[in-house]
């Protein structure tokens, strides 16, 4: 992953903080369910079930393959977010952050879901890469 931060990032994908002061991703929290704001354009709701389903099958996935389908997500994100997400399917575009986003914690060596804390993952258009910022509280 990149060390330097891109000098405009072409999206973000943020997990907010369990003490948010957005109303909506508390209750998305309270749920038992991971909030990701998409861009600051879109919040969504990974589904429980559905984060460890997808956890449980990047951890049996090759560094190489996680790489690819990483880059993959992040490249059709972009394209999409460039585009207009007005005129996207949404849930293609959910689907490809919450790939992204996994894939990047699991690359970046979050053990588990339970792990996964505030952060920020930046898109290196220019590297086709992301990058991770994590909040410490």
């Known amino acids: 992953m990149p060390t330097a931060l891109p000098d405009a990032p072409a999206f973000t994908l943020t997990c907010p903080a369990k003490d948010s002061p957005d109303r909506e991703v508390r ?5 038992g369910n991971l909030p990701l ?5 879109l919040l969504a709701e990974i589904l429980q079930g559905d984060l460890v389903e997808s956890w449980e099958t990047a951890v049996n996935l090759p560094a ?6 990483s880059k993959l997500a992040g490249e059709r994100l972009a394209s999409v977010l460039e585009d207009n997400i007005g005129s996207a399917d949404l849930t293609d575009v959910v689907s490809d952050a919450a790939v992204l986003f996994l894939l990047a914690m699991r690359r970046a060596g979050v053990k588990s879901p339970d ?4 952060c920020t993952l930046l ?4 590297r086709h890469q992301e990058l991770i910022l994590k909040r410490i509280k």
């Open 27 to 31: 209750e998305i929290r309270a749920r």
């Open 37 to 41: 704001m998409i861009d600051n354009r």
């Open 64 to 69: 190489a393959a996680l790489a690819d389908m």
């Open 115 to 118: 792990e996964i804390g505030p």
């Open 123 to 126: 898109w290196d258009e220019e």
